[in-house]
């Protein structure tokens, strides 16, 4: 996917069909007022778009372009918006006009004309196609000229409720989670302090859930709390809590809680470690933590099917997220069998 700032008539028109929460086709009436558009009506417009864009995540508004109709190629619109609808040209009276179209003013955006001369050679010196770039802002939520908060949704821009506003006032103020499960299996032949002759010690295999949890947010966590609640299947016998588990349509989830707690080496008793006191270890932006969880040994990828997990994760005075996730499409990683190290 190309930025906005190397598009080009050609590009735009044989971007994909559909309607996707990053891109929005107009025609040229959605903003060109010498066409017969009514410029209170275009700003209040383009005012729930911006708000939309840049509450969630950013997208690209073209204007001037049609969307496809059935067994039809999406088009230009009657050759293009009017390159100077308005003093001192199209491009540059967006410029002004946008930041203040929706509250607080919008401070990155980036306003593209495709003309004959620049990317859209087919078009008539005085029209031209508007590309409107808005990256997910900072200072969201923005409100939009009508008082509401909108968002992208299916492919629009819709009005938001209280719940998903304070969410997103929410996101720049405390820590943001992306997940990440996996499983591996590793099975070794362990090393006897004592070598019999003649002796061959059995194989063992130990499997693990790996949760990985990346800031993908501008703020650092100090304190975290993951809790998971594993289907019994995968579960092994000895940390199968009979005080601490749910029941959901017949299957039990036991308990799991981790956090980002740290203990340090601090000296050796007997050749044993001795460890101080634990203590929170941060975790920044763009780092990660991750977990390991152990399963039984005799689990098999193709025993996931139909098994689900939950999780949840709560950092300092974050509202807690969660979801499920369907464990038949986790990476399932099969190492081979070596030796444990000496």
């Given at each position: 996917m190309k930025s906005a700032a190397e598009w080009d008539l050609n590009y735009a028109l044989q971007l994909p069909a559909g309607e996707f929460d990053w891109l929005e086709f107009k025609g040229r009436r959605g903003l060109d007022i010498t066409a017969g558009a009514n410029e209170n009506l275009v700003l209040d417009e383009l005012s729930k778009q911006l708000s939309a864009f840049a509450n969630t995540g950013g997208g690209v508004l073209v204007y001037g372009i049609l969307n496809p109709t059935e067994n039809k190629p999406r088009t230009v619109d009657d050759g293009g918006v009017a390159i100077a609808m308005k003093r001192p040209n199209t491009r540059?009276?967006?410029?002004?006009?946008?930041?203040?179209?929706?509250?607080?003013?919008?401070?990155?955006?980036?306003v593209y004309a495709l003309?004959?001369?620049s990317g859209a050679p087919g078009l008539a010196n005085?029209?031209?196609?508007?590309?409107?770039?808005?990256?997910?802002?900072?200072?969201?939520p923005h409100m939009a000229r009508d008082q509401r908060y909108y968002a992208r949704v299916g492919g629009k821009s819709r009005p938001i409720g209280h719940q998903i506003v304070t969410d997103i006032?929410?996101?720049?103020?405390?820590?943001?989670?992306?997940?990440?499960?996996?499983?591996?299996?590793?099975?070794?032949?362990?090393?006897a302090m004592i070598q019999l002759p003649g002796r061959d010690l059995d194989p063992v295999r130990g499997v693990k859930l790996v949760v990985g949890a990346s800031n993908v947010g501008k703020v650092y966590a100090k304190y975290m709390s993951?809790?998971?609640?594993?289907?019994?299947?995968?579960?092994?016998?000895?940390?199968?809590?009979?005080?601490n588990f749910i029941n959901d349509a017949g299957?039990?989830?036991?308990?799991?809680?981790r956090d980002n707690t740290r203990r340090d080496v601090v000296g050796y008793d007997l050749g044993y470690p001795r460890y101080g006191s634990s203590w929170f270890d941060p975790v920044l932006p763009g780092s990660f933590r991750n977990w390991e969880v152990p399963c039984i040994s005799t689990l098999r990828p193709e025993m996931l099917k139909d098994q689900k997990l939950m999780w949840t994760i709560?950092?300092?005075?974050?509202?807690?997220?969660?979801?499920?996730?369907?464990?038949k499409g986790v990476p399932f990683d099969v190492r081979d069998e070596h030796d444990v190290p000496g």
């Amino acid at each position: 996917m190309k930025s906005a700032a190397e598009w080009d008539l050609n590009y735009a028109l044989q971007l994909p069909a559909g309607e996707f929460d990053w891109l929005e086709f107009k025609g040229r009436r959605g903003l060109d007022i010498t066409a017969g558009a009514n410029e209170n009506l275009v700003l209040d417009e383009l005012s729930k778009q911006l708000s939309a864009f840049a509450n969630t995540g950013g997208g690209v508004l073209v204007y001037g372009i049609l969307n496809p109709t059935e067994n039809k190629p999406r088009t230009v619109d009657d050759g293009g918006v009017a390159i100077a609808m308005k003093r001192p040209n199209t491009r540059e009276w967006l410029e002004d006009v946008i930041p203040n179209l929706v509250e607080h003013p919008l401070k990155k955006f980036n306003v593209y004309a495709l003309t004959s001369l620049s990317g859209a050679p087919g078009l008539a010196n005085d029209r031209c196609i508007i590309l409107i770039d808005i990256p997910g802002s900072e200072d969201a939520p923005h409100m939009a000229r009508d008082q509401r908060y909108y968002a992208r949704v299916g492919g629009k821009s819709r009005p938001i409720g209280h719940q998903i506003v304070t969410d997103i006032l929410n996101r720049g103020r405390h820590a943001q989670f992306k997940m990440s499960f996996s499983f591996y299996s590793e099975t070794w032949i362990p090393k006897a302090m004592i070598q019999l002759p003649g002796r061959d010690l059995d194989p063992v295999r130990g499997v693990k859930l790996v949760v990985g949890a990346s800031n993908v947010g501008k703020v650092y966590a100090k304190y975290m709390s993951l809790e998971l609640w594993l289907p019994e299947l995968i579960v092994p016998v000895e940390d199968r809590d009979s005080r601490n588990f749910i029941n959901d349509a017949g299957i039990k989830y036991f308990h799991h809680q981790r956090d980002n707690t740290r203990r340090d080496v601090v000296g050796y008793d007997l050749g044993y470690p001795r460890y101080g006191s634990s203590w929170f270890d941060p975790v920044l932006p763009g780092s990660f933590r991750n977990w390991e969880v152990p399963c039984i040994s005799t689990l098999r990828p193709e025993m996931l099917k139909d098994q689900k997990l939950m999780w949840t994760i709560q950092s300092d005075n974050s509202p807690s997220s969660g979801d499920l996730v369907d464990l038949k499409g986790v990476p399932f990683d099969v190492r081979d069998e070596h030796d444990v190290p000496g």
